[in-house]
C-alpha cells in the first residue's frame, strides 16, 4: 500500500485530466475572498451528489496547502479502495486470504488518470459501507442504521456510489428470499433494504442535479451517427417483410 503512494509525493499534482480542474475549483473554495477570485467567482454551497473532494479538501488545504490536500485526498481514495476490498473480503468469507491484496494491481487505472476522483472516492466507500452492511447481518437494527449513515455520506461523495451500493445490497438479497419467498420476509427485506436510500432520495428530488440533467452534453459526438446507423436498420428491417409478402 504504500509503494503506492510513493508518486504522490514526487509530482505536485496527479497527472490527470479533470484533476487540474478539480484543484482550479479547490484554490476558490479555499480562499473565496482572496483579490481576483472574489471578483470573478462566487461560491454557492449546496447538497450535490458530486462532493467529496469539496467538503475534504479546502479545510485541509489551509493546514497543509492545497496541492498536497489535494494529493492527500488521492491518498486516501487509495487506502479506501484498497483497505475496502479486505474488509469486504473479510465481512463476506470471515477470514483473511492473499487474494484482496491483487486490488492493489488495480489502482491506478484509466478512471484515475481521467481524474474523476469524486467518483473513486465513493466507490472506495461503497467498499466499505457494503463490508459494514454484510457484517451486521445478523443485527437488522444496526445494519439498517449504518445503512443509512453510509448512504447519506456516499450520496454526499457521488451519485453512482449511492447507486452501486443499493445494487449489490439488493442483489445481495435475491438469494435468501428465493430460498424463502413467503409475502411477510419479502417485505420486511425489502422494507430493511429500501430504508437506508429514503434520504438520498429526497436530496436528489429535492437537489439542482434533476435540473442541470435536463441539459445535454455531449461527450461522443459520433454516438449520434451510430445510433442514427441503428435506427436506419431497424426501418429497414421492419420493411423488408412488408416487401417481401405485400
Known sequence: MLGLLVPLYVTPIVPSNDLFFHAARMFVLQSPDTPYVRDW???????????????????????????????????LTFFLIFSGTLVLHYALYGR?????????LFIYNQVLFFG?????????????????????RSAPTAQILTGIVLAVL??????????????????AE??????????????HRAVAVATPFIIPLLLLLSSRTLNQAKVAVDYFPDSYFILKLLAFFRRSSATIPHTIFG
Do not use: E, K
Request: charged share 5%; glycine share 8%; with cysteine.
Open 96 to 104: 483473511l486470504s492473499w487474494l484482496p491484496l491483487a486490488a492493489c
Open 41 to 75: 467567482y462566487q461560491v454557492d454551497w449546496a447538497i450535490m451528489p458530486n462532493l467529496a473532494m469539496d467538503i475534504i479538501v479546502p479545510p485541509l488545504g489551509t493546514l497543509i496547502g492545497t496541492l498536497p490536500a489535494i494529493n492527500a485526498f488521492v491518498g
Open 116 to 136: 474523476f476522483l469524486n467518483y473513486l472516492f465513493g466507490i472506495g466507500l461503497v467498499l466499505w459501507a457494503l463490508a459494514a452492511w454484510f457484517h451486521f
Open 174 to 187: 435475491l438469494p435468501a428470499l428465493w430460498r424463502n419467498r413467503s409475502v411477510r420476509t419479502v417485505l
Open 154 to 171: 456516499l450520496y454526499l461523495c457521488h451519485l453512482f456510489a449511492v447507486v452501486l451500493y443499493g445494487l449489490v445490497i439488493g442483489t
